[in-house]
């Protein structure tokens, strides 16, 4: 494969399973949950889907994290559903000139689509804004007959607006037979809490789809055949790409662009080991500052330095750490919990755990 040295930023690389499932829920209109620690691609995958089923369904992206308010949640969210038909800005375009707006379209359920949505963005009464806004996205694929998918970005961020506000969103959701729902988030506790509590109105509502670093097969083939701007990799720099990167998505498009960098630097024809571990370094070097503010939060704590330390290092074992098994299982729960830690212990950071070991 023949790559500019900007195309791998877009690439999704290994996750052809992961693609083929989150399509077959979709087909089956269940609603999907994507968790992962971040930078381990849920959006890139999510999109990647979205973007091949564009042209059978309306296509919705609400990202939770923009918003500050419940008031902006709706406005943002009315301005994505207009987005799936080509209008963009809706909310100023119906503010400067509904008239203009309605002058675009001709036909009556795309006039009373527009009308629909300017109502809504009328409503002073904020209870009913929450309910017109969120039963829209059903009354509005139906208007064009046509199924729609709203992907919901980082939903663990919806707990900041409170539990009424999530069992208002369940329950007009729940009710909605022509959108499918896929959410993502990074938060795992946050996420299992909201979606596996059956305390919580979430409960069951969508299945879980938790994705781990790159399947190593394709992977490893990907860049045995991949070529940025002519260069290919030598066998023994692919394998250090997957040392370093565990084949973590993030980090193995990162340490590929700045190993190409470096060969590209030292004129050479090809991406070699040493190329890859003056990549690192840089890396490593670039993210400094974040790795020192994780390891502060992490070593707040008595002993959960020094526990997670152990889990990144080849030599210490948690065994030999002097502090009682419940209070190891305990801090072990909690990393995971934090997504610092896989289900199977593993640290989600690679770099994180080469910078800590020095």
């Not at 509005?140 to 046509?146: D, I, R, T, V």
């Not at 729609?148 to 539990?163: A, N, P, R, S």
């Not at 934090?338 to 770099?351: F, V």
Request: include cysteine; hydrophobic fraction near 40%.
């Amino acid at each position: 494969m023949k790559l500019n040295a900007g195309g791998l930023s877009s690439l999704v690389i290994g996750r052809e399973k992961e693609i083929q499932t989150l399509k077959a829920y979709i087909g089956f209109s269940q609603h999907t949950v994507i968790t992962a620690p971040r930078r381990y691609g849920k959006t890139t995958l999510a999109n990647k889907v979205l973007d091949e089923l564009k042209d059978q369904y309306l296509i919705v992206k609400l990202d939770i994290f923009e918003a500050t308010s419940i008031e902006e949640v709706c406005d943002i969210y009315l301005n994505a559903i207009y987005k799936s038909i080509g209008i963009t800005n809706f909310l100023h375009n119906a503010k400067e000139s509904i008239f203009n707006l309605l002058n675009k379209f001709t036909l009556s359920y795309e006039v009373e689509g527009i009308k629909i949505g300017y109502e809504i963005s009328k409503e002073s009464d904020l209870n009913k804004k929450i309910e017109k806004t969120f039963s829209f996205a059903n009354s509005f694929a139906k208007l064009f007959s046509k199924k729609m998918i709203v992907f919901i970005d980082e939903f663990g961020d919806i707990e900041k607006f409170g539990k009424d506000f999530i069992k208002k969103l369940r329950s007009y959701m729940q009710t909605h037979e022509s959108v499918v729902y896929l959410f993502a988030g990074s938060q795992t506790s946050v996420i299992n809490d909201i979606f596996l509590n059956k305390e919580n109105a979430f409960f069951n509502f969508a299945s879980l789809m938790n994705i781990d670093v790159l399947e190593y097969e394709s992977s490893n083939r990907f860049l045995k055949e991949l070529k940025v701007e002519e260069k290919a990799l030598s066998e023994n720099a692919i394998k250090r790409v997957y040392e370093v990167t565990k084949f973590h998505p993030f980090y193995l498009v990162k340490t590929i662009q700045e190993g190409y960098i470096k060969a590209l630097f030292s004129s050479s024809k090809i991406i070699e080991k040493e190329h890859i571990n003056q990549a690192v370094e840089k890396i490593l070097d670039d993210n400094n500052a974040y790795f020192e503010s994780i390891w502060q939060q992490i070593n707040h704590k008595k002993y959960k330095g020094a526990i997670f330390k152990a889990y990144c290092s080849k030599d210490m074992e948690i065994k030999n750490l002097q502090m009682s098994s419940s209070y190891k299982s305990q801090l072990t729960k909690e990393l995971r919990s934090e997504s610092l830690l896989s289900n199977d212990n593993k640290p989600t950071d690679p770099y994180l755990s080469i910078w800590l070991n020095g």
